[in-house]
């Protein structure tokens, strides 16, 4: 593996970060990656970036509104890893996407693994390990014998108009617990 081709930031800085500054971050971010994918593909536009996405879903490159979406909770709490992983995993797409036949690529098929590691010098991924509990659209708690469940608005919905879930684990009937009470972040 040859070492990330963008420089790494600096975490102490990162830490330090007001939330404007640090969505300025993360434009620059997108910017050299951009520069980089323009080394190998120089038509490549430059893709919009919003701070829209939310739930447990760290990015995604939306070809249709013709940019990159980022979850602005999961970016708060994961600035680092965000910046080095997640920027070049959603730029490896942009920038697979915009190929030739590129549309007909596998979303983390062999083109994209290629882009993570002989252009950005980084472990094809497909998965983010960031804790996801704040960022969660499942803030109804559910329970059986052997684990917690968390439901979504829409779910718990269904449970109120009668439906049952049971776990897939043990099979018992989940118990509602009530919605997750998160603390606040300063």
């Known amino acids: 593996m040859t070492r990330p081709a963008l420089p790494h930031p600096d975490p102490e800085r990162l830490a330090a970060l007001d939330d404007e500054a640090l969505r300025a971050a993360l434009h620059e971010r997108v910017a050299a990656a951009w520069r980089l994918c323009r080394e190998v593909h120089p038509g490549l536009p430059h893709p919009a970036v919003w701070f829209d996405l939310r739930g447990k879903c760290a990015g995604q490159a939306h070809f249709g509104r013709g940019g990159l979406r980022f979850n602005p909770v999961l970016y708060a709490e994961n600035r680092l890893d965000f910046l080095v992983e997640v920027v070049p995993h959603e730029m490896a797409h942009w920038l697979v996407h915009h190929l030739v ?75 509602y617990l009530g919605v997750a009470a998160f603390e606040s972040v300063t």
């Open 101 to 175: 036949d590129g549309h007909l690529a596998r979303p983390h098929g062999h083109e994209w693994q290629t882009v993570m590691r002989d252009l950005f010098g980084l472990a094809p991924r497909t998965t983010h390990r960031f804790d996801t509990a704040r960022a969660s659209p499942a803030p109804y708690r559910y329970a059986c014998d052997c684990r917690e469940h968390a439901f979504s608005a829409r779910r718990h919905s269904l449970v109120r108009q009668g439906q049952r879930y049971r776990c897939r684990h043990c099979a018992q009937t989940l118990v």
